[in-house]
């Protein structure tokens, strides 16, 4: 039965379908509810809905008036015509849609004539009109044998055709059909109803409007809502079919912005079970998945035909027309929540694009870093995609899933890489190659372990919401991050040092087949005869002479290389801007005005989340929800009643219950003012009636205490039966509980309106079955079901089943006037305050609908964000705490992350952006986001060494550049969300990530630099006497260290014999201000350094000229010009040796000393042990070099011979010059 009871909540249809916002809130007493109603009422199925909203092109246009009803007729009317094909059957309206109960009359062919003129259920402003007569069809009219007329809803009064059937005398129980129609309010049908066209050739004559042709007043037959052909259960209230309406003085409607129409249909588990023992679908193996099919197909249809419709104009210009489906919904759901490939694959190259133009050198290839950064790019995606596939093995995806996370993943690893590749390229000159990646990972791994653990903390602790959409997001993109970290901190360190030697072959970023143009340039010598070039031996002895350049270290070739970089700018600009007073005061009081803006605007941030937000848009369905939100409010609601209650004896309690909910203002009341009636008074209206007809009987001796005359009413019999029911299993009939005494005797229900409590679910068995349209109407879904037991006046059985006892009820009430967040929970803190009252005295219950089930979370949600950012921030505090040692350190970084947090809060109320789940998680999320802004930069800031302005400004040199990138990075990834069809994506997420990368460079690179220059912690290592550098340790005496060298060294290098200099070159005064003070004797005794210069000159000639490889070939001078190519390698060792006396004393006071500095010591021996590891390297690769150029000059003969061979008249020539470079 769809009438009153099925009426349409929207918000149902929408929720329910796949959205990702599953928003129930996960844990506590809602969970609890939610549980035991699955539990009670089995797997759920509730009906769906197709609806049509009718708004004015013009917003200023009223709809209250005939043009605009009459076109809302056209459009419903042909929605209602719908077929479908499906199985080789033709599916119509009828065949889906609830329609209502009718009592059982065994009697196939009255049952098949009811179940053609019963109606489907539709709720419309129609219904006030006649006009609302011809969406009810039926659509071949119903002939009844006897009858003249032939059966529409258009021509059909009721009551008539009951009076004709009467004097047929047809054996057909009349009592019980006329009984059933007095008390649904079945009358005269839509006969008596004004016509919206009164010059309508079929408008009835007994229209009120139908002589004299005016038009109805619209407004004043919309005013209390309208009612269906059942007057007693369908009502359709004013606010579910009039939109945007305004009143007058004496409430009455005067203008209305929409109109709203609602059909409804079977859910797929009661159309599978409706049509399971039909003959029409015996041949095609009847499943429910089927019966979904069929569903889904009519509904897509639906939907199309309206559009069809309205596309074509075939209906007045002046109007719009919105169709709803909840199977288009979920259709278009499925659609743009599947993972967009392509949005991911050009996000994922505009991030390629932007990290290779940024690591871009242009002017130096080799120490470019594009190649590596595209490499770092390309892994991050795999990781996503890995960290993708991990996932969907533990929770479900949503849209959360395909919109958001890989995206947020990708400019959160970015961010990493750019601090790696940052301090890569950062490194001295003269750091052995093989531990300039470990270098990388020291300096920079735990800021790189410690961003990433604090961001997976953020999102733990954001899964500490109770939603479980976004707990699953929450814990996906923690996955993501982990996996992310380990690629970074396992898998780029190899892709460096795969770079590192790129680097060292001296070889271009990206295209490592070539190598730049050598700065040495290649003089041609002038030319020498062959015959004279084997005696002349100034040939081989022309000298040039050059002098070398001066070393030039590393950083400084790297800053010329760079000269427009964010560090040298940070440098020589931007620190000593920052540090001066005057910006400090000025950064400071304007630190102190945003924490005051953002408190205020804190407190200005509403709750709540528009439905437009998460449908795509630019669907029909969004401008449906957009139109739905701005003119209708209303909502349903039940109050739900539980099992360890004794219902037959605890009836009073229930009324009062019932009565309870007149004071919530939100409640639509009827016309009196109170409120509709339940089940248990529908139960007892239907009993009081019998009552009355066996009273009646009684008093015609019709009805005695052992038998009922043959002309007894059915109702008088079927009370009989009722009044002789014990409620005992054992003894269920006593017939000496009939009393002729009607006033003091055994009643049905007593005086005081109580149903005997001994029978109550025998009598709830009978009137189940028997009212069907009345049980339905109550919208009461007892669980478990009532027994059934179809009454028959010649059935003699006096015997009722009794039914189960009662663990689910439901009351239901209607809602209006929520319009906002505010509002809705208002209502959800008086019911539930009323529900607690009850709960004391006994009475298990809560209450259930879209209110408490999606809105409910508002009220706990402020409490569970505070929670989550408390842990949040507890936890980045122990994370920075335990890793750096510094307490006063973390508690900055904790405090500038709330600071950053609280700023967002602001940014919110500035945006207008309400607080839902959604902002909720960002706002945690923006703890994790910030520590890239803060947590860097104060590593730097302790471990350098000076006073807090010096270290501020070097923190700040060291990290601005991969901040401001990694920044970037994660501005442009979260712009990719801008393609993404949901609004809540693009407008939420997107704005709100934007904002916080804006805020964290503010506050990462602006106010906390100045805090850490004013209240900074204390540094790690603090010099003793210098304040901006450590002392410098004096070497001590150590034996000389012969270098090794290798056989080919003996012959092709030539060393010059260690020789004392002039004294004024050699020796050195040593004063160390170190011992100055402490040491006198020490100072004394140590009284020179001697310097001894090695140089060692190899030279290589050879004859010949370079080929366009590189590679040195000689060549007959016959042939070629003769050019000599001349290859010198000087290799300068500077040799330091200190001179100590070597009296006892002394050395006895040196090694007084020496022990303070054996830790400096020891490091600089093991400085000098790699450095000359590093030489003796380099001897090596050089005899391999002459080792491969002997392998080309022998491959080179070889060739020259077998030229010669082919060529017998310069045989002779050729030899004596082979001969002569022999010699040479």
Known sequence: MATDCEVFDLKVSVFKYHLMFDVCAEGGRLEAELKYTAKALGEADSSTHQLIIQTAKDPDVSLLHVGALLAHLKVVQAATRVTIHMYDIEWRLKDLCYSPSIPDFEAYHIEKIFDNIVPCAIITPLDCFWEGSKLLGPEYPIVVPGLQQRLTWTHLNPLEVLEEVRKLKFQFPLSTMEAYMKRAGITSGYMKKPCLD?????????????????????????????YGFAAAYMHWPEQLIVGGATRNTTSALRSARALQSVVQLMGEREM????????????IGWTQEKAAAVLDAWQRKFAAELRKMTATESVSPAYSFYPFSTSTLNDILGKFSELSLKNIILGYMFMLIYVAVTLMQWRDPIRSQAGVGIAGVLLLSITVAAGLGFCALLVTFNASSTQIVPFLALGLGVQDMFLLTHTYVEQAGDVPREERTGLVLKKSGLSVLLASLCNVMAFLAAALLPIPALRVFCLQAAILLMFNLGSMLLVFPAMISLDLRRRSAARADLLCCLMPESPVRTRKLPERSGRSGRNDKSNWKDTTRQPLDPEVSGDEAKTCCISLSLTKWAKKYYAPFIMRPSVKLTSMLALIAVILASLWGATKVKDGLDLTDIVPENTDEHEFLSRQEKYFG??????????????????????EYHDQFVRIPNIIK????????????????????????????????????????????????????????????DNPIDKSLISTDTKNGHRLVDKDGIINPKAFYNYLSAWATND????????????????????????VDLKIPKSSPLIYTQLPFYLSGLSDTDSIKTLIMSVRELCLKFEVKGLSNFPSGIPFLFWEQYLYLRTSLLLALACALAAVFVAVMVLLLNAWAALLVTLALATLVLQLLGVMAALGVKLSAVPAVLLVLAIGRGVHFTLHLCLGFVTSIGCRRRRASLALESVLAPVVHGAMAAALAASMLATSEFGFVARLFLRLLLALVILGLVDGLLFFPIVLSIL??????RPLEHPERLSTPSPKSSPIHQRKTSSSDKTSRTKSAPRPSAPSLTTITEEPPSWHSSAPSVQSSMQSIVVQPEVVVETTTYNGSDSASGRSTPTSKTTHSGAITTKVTATANIKVEVVTPSDRKSRRSYHYYDRRRDRDDDRDRDRDRDRERDRDRGDRERDRDRERSRERDRRDRYRDEREHRASPRENGRDSGHESDSSRH
């Not at 900074?1016 to 290592?1021: I, K, L, M, Q, R």
């Open 198 to 226: 009164p010059t309508d050739a079929h408008c009835p004559n007994t229209a009120p409007n139908k002589k004299s042709g005016h038009v109805p007043d619209v407004a004043a037959e919309l005013s209390h809502g309208c």
């Open 272 to 283: 599978f079970e409706y049509w399971t023992d039909h003959y029409k679908v015996h041949h």
């Open 634 to 655: 209303f909502y349903n609601m039940y109050a739900v009643t539980q099992g360890d209650f004794e219902y037959p004896t605890n009836q009073k309690l229930l009324y």
């Open 670 to 729: 009827n016309d009196n003012g109170g409120l509709t009636k339940f089940w248990l008074s529908l139960f007892r209206d239907w009993l009081l009636d019998l009552q009355a007809a066996f009273d009646k009987e009684v008093a015609s001796g019709c009805i005695t205490q052992e038998y009922w005359c043959k002309i007894a009413s059915d109702e008088g019999i079927l009370a009989y039966k009722l009044m002789v029911q014990t409620g005992h299993v």
């Open 772 to 795: 069907a349209l009345a049980y339905g109407a109550s919208q009461a879904n007892l669980k478990p079901q009532p027994k059934r037991w179809t009454h028959s006046p010649g059935d």
């Open 1016 to 1021: 900074g912690p204390n540094a790690e290592v």
